[in-house]
C-alpha cells in the first residue's frame, strides 16, 4: 500500500466516521463512546503480529503485553456496552 | 485464492461490519446489533489475523488473549454503572498503551532487519507519542474519576507541559533520521506519558466528559497510526473511524459548556470565589420532605433534573420509586438531562436507565427548556451549574453563554442539596434565592426516599 492510498483510506474514514456519528441522541452516548472504544481495540491485529513472530526478547514481549491490554479493551469494551444496551432494551420490553 | 488474499477480504469484511455497526450504535433500536455487528467485526478481524505466516508463536498468543479475556470479561461484568467512566478510561488506556508497544515493536523488528521506511518511522514516531499520552492521560482520568487522586498540579504546570509537547517534534525528527538508535523512541514515548499526565491532572469534575471523549478520539488516532507503522488497511480505517466519532463527541460536550477545547485544555475550569452559604443571607427558603410531597399531589406535570450528586449518592433507584408513585396517582413525569451532566457523555442516561427508567422519558436540553412553563414542580436532584439562570443573565459570571436548562421557568423548583455550598465551578446560585425556589437541604437519596414515605402516608 502506498503511502498516498494509505492517507486516503484515513481521510475518508475519518468523514466517514464523523458522518455516521453526528445525530447520534444523547442517550447513547455512553454506550457509543464505549463500543467505538472497543473498536479502537483493533490495535489487537497488529499485536498478535508482533507477538507472534518470535523476532526478539524485546519484541516479543512488547507484543504478548500489547496483545494482553488490546485483548482486555476489546472483550471489556464490547461486553460492557452490551450490557448498557441491554438495560436500554429489557425496560422496553417489561413495560409494553 | 492465496493466504493473503483471504486475510485482506476479511479485512475488507470486518471494516464493513465495523462500519454498519458503528452506524447502528447511532439509534436506538438499531443499537444492540451495531454493537454485535462490531464484536463480529473483530473477530473475524482476529480470526483471518491467525492466518498469517508471519505468526510464529502461537502458545504465547493463546496465553495473552486468554489472560486478556478474563480480565476484560471480569472488568465489564462486575462494573458498577456509577463507575462506568472509570472503566471506559481504563479500556482507552490500555488501547492506546497497546498501540504504543505494537508500534515499537514492528518499528524495532523492521530497522533489525533493515526493512523500514520513512513512513514506518514517522508513523512510529506519531504512534508512540499519542498513543503514550493516551495511556497515562487515562490512568489520571482514572484516578481522578474513581476520586483517589486529588492532586491537581503543580506552578509551572503549564510550562512543562509545553515543553513535553515541543521537545517531541525534534525527537520525532530524530528518530526518523536516526532510527537505528532505539532511545529516541523511548525518549518520546517518556514526553508523551509527561504530557498524557500533566495534560489530564489540572481537569476537574465538570471538564471530565470532555477528557473522556478526546482521550476516546486519541486512542483511535494512536490505533489508526499504528496501521501506518504496519501498512494494515483495516487498522487505519477502524481507528480513523472511532478517533472521528471520538472528535464529535468532544465537540458536543465543549459546546453544552460553551468552552472551546482549548480551553478545556489551557485554562483552569471557570470558578468563581464564592464562599458558600454569605451570599444568599435570609433569602432562602428551606423545606422538607412533607411540604414537597404536598406539592407534588397537586402537581400535573413534575420535571426531574438530575445531576452529578444524584449519581454520588446512588439516588437513581430511589428517584425511580418517586416516578413510579407520582406515575401512579396521574401525575406526568419525565427527566431533563443536561449533556454534561455525570461524568462521561451521555452518563446519566446510563444510570437511569440501569434503575429501569424509560429513555423516552428522558428529555435532552432542547426538548425540556420550552416545557418548564407548563411545569408545575420541578426537582433539581445534585444539580449545580446546569440549572443556573447566572450563565443566561448574567454576562460577568464564569459561565456566562453556558447552555443550562432553564428549571426557574418552572411554577415550584425543588432543589435538592446537602447545604448551599457551591457546585463545581464555584460561583452562587441566583435560583436558590428566587421566590419561586425550595431548597431541601439533605443527602439525595435520603430526600427522595423521604418524599416517597411522605406521599405514602398522605
Same mark, same amino acid.
Given at each position: 500500500?502506498?503511502?498516498?492510498?494509505?492517507?486516503?483510506?484515513?481521510?475518508?474514514?475519518?468523514?466517514?466516521?464523523?458522518?455516521? +456519528?453526528?445525530?447520534?441522541?444523547?442517550?447513547?452516548?455512553?454506550?457509543?463512546?464505549?463500543?467505538?472504544?472497543? +473498536?479502537?481495540?483493533?490495535?489487537?491485529?497488529?499485536?498478535?503480529?508482533?507477538?507472534?513472530?518470535?523476532?526478539?526478547?524485546?519484541?516479543?514481549?512488547?507484543?504478548?503485553?500489547?496483545?494482553?491490554?488490546?485483548?482486555?479493551?476489546?472483550?471489556?469494551?464490547?461486553?460492557?456496552?452490551?450490557?448498557?444496551?441491554?438495560?436500554?432494551?429489557?425496560?422496553?420490553?417489561?413495560?409494553? | 485464492?492465496?493466504?493473503?488474499?483471504?486475510?485482506?477480504?476479511?479485512?475488507?469484511?470486518?471494516?464493513?461490519?465495523?462500519?454498519?455497526?458503528?452506524?447502528?450504535?447511532?439509534?436506538?433500536?438499531?443499537?444492540?446489533?451495531?454493537?454485535?455487528?462490531?464484536?463480529?467485526?473483530?473477530?473475524?478481524?482476529?480470526?483471518?489475523?491467525?492466518?498469517?505466516?508471519?505468526?510464529?508463536?502461537?502458545?504465547?498468543?493463546?496465553?495473552?488473549?486468554?489472560?486478556?479475556?478474563?480480565?476484560?470479561?471480569?472488568?465489564?461484568?462486575?462494573?458498577?454503572?456509577?463507575?462506568?467512566?472509570?472503566?471506559?478510561?481504563?479500556?482507552?488506556?490500555?488501547?492506546?498503551?497497546?498501540?504504543?508497544?505494537?508500534?515499537?515493536?514492528?518499528?524495532?523488528?523492521?530497522?533489525? %532487519?533493515?526493512?523500514?521506511?520513512?513512513?514506518?518511522?514517522?508513523?512510529?514516531?506519531?504512534?508512540?507519542?499519542?498513543?503514550?499520552?493516551?495511556?497515562?492521560?487515562?490512568?489520571?482520568?482514572?484516578?481522578? %474519576?474513581?476520586?483517589?487522586?486529588?492532586?491537581?498540579?503543580?506552578?509551572?504546570?503549564?510550562?512543562? /507541559?509545553?515543553?513535553?509537547?515541543?521537545?517531541?517534534?525534534?525527537?520525532?525528527?530524530?528518530?526518523?533520521?536516526?532510527?537505528?538508535?532505539?532511545?529516541?523512541?523511548?525518549? %518520546?514515548?517518556?514526553?508523551?506519558?509527561?504530557?498524557?499526565?500533566?495534560?489530564?491532572?489540572?481537569?476537574?469534575?465538570?471538564?471530565?466528559?470532555?477528557?473522556?471523549?478526546? %482521550?476516546?478520539?486519541?486512542?483511535?488516532?494512536?490505533?489508526?497510526?499504528?496501521?501506518?507503522?504496519? $501498512?494494515?488497511?483495516?487498522?487505519?480505517?477502524?481507528?480513523?473511524?472511532?478517533?472521528?466519532?471520538?472528535?464529535?463527541?468532544?465537540?458536543?460536550?465543549?459546546?453544552?459548556?460553551?468552552?472551546?477545547?482549548?480551553?478545556?485544555?489551557?485554562?483552569?475550569?471557570?470558578?468563581?470565589?464564592?464562599?458558600?452559604?454569605?451570599?444568599?443571607?435570609?433569602?432562602?427558603?428551606?423545606?422538607?420532605?412533607?411540604?414537597?410531597?404536598?406539592?407534588?399531589?397537586?402537581?400535573?406535570?413534575?420535571?426531574?433534573?438530575?445531576?452529578?450528586?444524584?449519581?454520588?449518592?446512588?439516588?437513581?433507584?430511589?428517584? /425511580?420509586?418517586?416516578?413510579? /408513585?407520582?406515575?401512579?396517582?396521574?401525575?406526568?413525569?419525565?427527566?431533563?438531562?443536561?449533556?454534561?451532566?455525570?461524568?462521561?457523555?451521555?452518563?446519566?442516561?446510563?444510570?437511569?436507565?440501569?434503575?429501569?427508567?424509560?429513555?423516552?422519558?428522558?428529555?435532552?436540553?432542547?426538548?425540556?427548556?420550552?416545557?418548564?412553563?407548563?411545569?408545575?414542580?420541578?426537582?433539581?436532584?445534585?444539580?449545580?451549574?446546569?440549572?443556573?439562570?447566572?450563565?443566561?443573565?448574567?454576562?460577568?459570571?464564569?459561565?456566562?453563554?453556558?447552555?443550562?436548562?432553564?428549571? $426557574?421557568?418552572?411554577?415550584?423548583?425543588?432543589?435538592?442539596? /446537602?447545604?448551599?455550598?457551591?457546585?463545581?465551578?464555584?460561583?452562587?446560585?441566583?435560583?436558590?434565592?428566587?421566590?419561586?425556589?425550595?431548597?431541601?437541604?439533605?443527602?439525595?437519596?435520603?430526600?427522595?426516599?423521604?418524599?416517597?414515605?411522605?406521599?405514602?402516608?398522605?
Amino acid at each position: 500500500m502506498t503511502l498516498l492510498i494509505a492517507l486516503t483510506l484515513f481521510v475518508l474514514a475519518v468523514f466517514l466516521g464523523m458522518e455516521l +456519528i453526528s445525530k447520534v441522541p444523547a442517550t447513547l452516548h455512553t454506550p457509543l463512546m464505549s463500543g467505538s472504544n472497543a +473498536i479502537s481495540g483493533i490495535t489487537l491485529i497488529g499485536a498478535l503480529v508482533s507477538a507472534g513472530t518470535d523476532h526478539s526478547v524485546l519484541t516479543t514481549t512488547l507484543g504478548f503485553v500489547a496483545v494482553t491490554l488490546a485483548t482486555i479493551n476489546v472483550v471489556g469494551g464490547f461486553l460492557v456496552t452490551n450490557r448498557m444496551l441491554a438495560m436500554f432494551a429489557g425496560r422496553k420490553k417489561n413495560r409494553s | 485464492m492465496s493466504r493473503l488474499d483471504i486475510i485482506d477480504l476479511g479485512y475488507l469484511l470486518s471494516a464493513v461490519l465495523f462500519i454498519v455497526g458503528l452506524k447502528g450504535l447511532g439509534r436506538p433500536r438499531t443499537a444492540p446489533r451495531g454493537n454485535l455487528l462490531g464484536a463480529a467485526g473483530m473477530f473475524l478481524a482476529v480470526l483471518v489475523t491467525l492466518l498469517n505466516q508471519d505468526i510464529l508463536t502461537y502458545t504465547m498468543l493463546a496465553l495473552a488473549l486468554a489472560i486478556g479475556t478474563a480480565i476484560g470479561a471480569v472488568l465489564a461484568l462486575k462494573v458498577k454503572m456509577t463507575s462506568m467512566p472509570e472503566l471506559v478510561a481504563l479500556f482507552n488506556g490500555f488501547g492506546g498503551g497497546a498501540s504504543v508497544m505494537v508500534a515499537a515493536a514492528s518499528f524495532i523488528e523492521a530497522v533489525d %532487519l533493515n526493512a523500514h521506511t520513512t513512513q514506518i518511522s514517522v508513523a512510529a514516531a506519531v504512534t508512540a507519542f499519542i498513543g503514550a499520552v493516551t495511556l497515562t492521560g487515562s490512568m489520571i482520568a482514572f484516578g481522578k %474519576l474513581k476520586g483517589s487522586l486529588g492532586w491537581s498540579g503543580f506552578p509551572g504546570l503549564s510550562l512543562v /507541559r509545553a515543553a513535553s509537547l515541543l521537545v517531541a517534534v525534534p525527537l520525532a525528527v530524530l528518530l526518523v533520521m536516526q532510527p537505528e538508535n532505539q532511545g529516541w523512541l523511548w525518549a %518520546l514515548v517518556a514526553a508523551g506519558f509527561i504530557l498524557g499526565v500533566l495534560g489530564t491532572v489540572p481537569i476537574g469534575g465538570a471538564d471530565m466528559p470532555v477528557v473522556i471523549a478526546l %482521550l476516546n478520539a486519541l486512542s483511535g488516532v494512536a490505533a489508526s497510526t499504528t496501521g501506518f507503522v504496519l $501498512d494494515n488497511p483495516l487498522l487505519i480505517i477502524a481507528g480513523s473511524l472511532v478517533g472521528a466519532s471520538g472528535l464529535v463527541l468532544t465537540q458536543v460536550m465543549c459546546k453544552a459548556m460553551n468552552r472551546s477545547l482549548l480551553e478545556v485544555l489551557f485554562t483552569a475550569a471557570p470558578t468563581g470565589s464564592s464562599s458558600g452559604d454569605d451570599d444568599y443571607g435570609d433569602g432562602v427558603t428551606a423545606t422538607s420532605g412533607e411540604e414537597v410531597a404536598m406539592l407534588l399531589e397537586i402537581a400535573e406535570r413534575v420535571v426531574i433534573v438530575p445531576g452529578y450528586g444524584m449519581a454520588v449518592a446512588q439516588a437513581q433507584h430511589a428517584v /425511580r420509586d418517586l416516578m413510579v /408513585r407520582l406515575e401512579a396517582s396521574g401525575v406526568e413525569v419525565v427527566f431533563g438531562i443536561h449533556p454534561v451532566a455525570g461524568r462521561m457523555p451521555g452518563h446519566m442516561n446510563v444510570l437511569l436507565a440501569e434503575a429501569e427508567i424509560d429513555y423516552e422519558l428522558l428529555f435532552d436540553m432542547d426538548q425540556i427548556n420550552p416545557t418548564f412553563a407548563r411545569t408545575d414542580v420541578t426537582i433539581v436532584i445534585g444539580a449545580n451549574d446546569v440549572v443556573n439562570p447566572a450563565a443566561r443573565t448574567d454576562p460577568d459570571s464564569p459561565i456566562a453563554g453556558m447552555p443550562i436548562l432553564d428549571v $426557574d421557568d418552572s411554577r415550584t423548583v425543588v432543589v435538592i442539596k /446537602r447545604s448551599l455550598s457551591p457546585g463545581f465551578a464555584g460561583i452562587s446560585n441566583p435560583l436558590f434565592v428566587a421566590d419561586n425556589a425550595l431548597l431541601y437541604f439533605a443527602d439525595a437519596r435520603e430526600a427522595v426516599l423521604e418524599i416517597v414515605t411522605a406521599l405514602n402516608e398522605g
